[in-house]
């Protein structure tokens, strides 16, 4: 979700090894080049949670997705659609001098030890996963005030059975 969101591939701009592994299972999250609507970041935190039995499964996901792009008069997606419009105003009002766009996409710097592609990584005594110390909350995210006591619910609350057979 990050790099779509983003346009960059997670920790860029760092060198892929062991200490990153590590710094990952500690807590490290990749951060956001621009302001990110609270509900997004409220399910890219849930997908990132140190806990995999306490990440949302793929229809889960979709299901979420779904009401968010079809469900027009859906609360949620209201509130969405108001999010990303104030996430656009501020981003589009701030600059990154790391990461520029251009007609032909985003241009960024690359960490020369970051590697994107697949290869065997031995690793001996991680430290247990942990979640992030609250970046997403603390740090460039978009909320209205209207919405904000909504936010409290657990978005697992949402699911229910009728929304499986949509998918």
């Known amino acids: 979700m ?5 346009g960059l591939p997670p920790y860029h701009d760092l060198k892929h090894d062991n200490n990153l592994a590590i710094k990952i299972c500690k807590g490290l999250r990749p951060r956001f080049n621009i302001k990110v609507p609270q ?6 935190k ?3 949670d140190a806990n995999p039995l ?5 229809k889960e996901i979709i299901n979420i997705l779904f009401r ?42 690359t960490h020369s030890e970051a590697i994107y592609t697949s290869r ?3 690793f001996n005594n991680l430290p247990e ?6 970046y997403y909350e603390q740090n460039d995210n978009i909320i209205s005030e209207k919405f904000s006591e909504s936010l409290q619910l657990d978005i697992s609350q949402l699911n229910n059975k009728n929304l499986y057979k949509l998918i």
């Open 2 to 6: 990050y790099e779509v969101i983003s």
């Open 39 to 44: 509900l997004i970041v409220h399910l890219i």
């Open 46 to 48: 849930r997908c990132l």
């Open 54 to 58: 306490s990440r949302p499964i793929a």
């Open 68 to 109: 968010w792009q079809y469900e027009s008069n859906n609360e949620q997606t209201i509130e969405l659609r108001a999010q990303i419009k104030e996430a656009d105003e501020i981003s589009n009002n701030s600059s990154n001098s790391s990461i520029t766009s251009t007609s032909l996409g985003i241009s960024y710097n």
């Open 120 to 122: 065997l990584l031995d």
């Open 129 to 134: 996963p942990k979640n992030s110390d609250d």
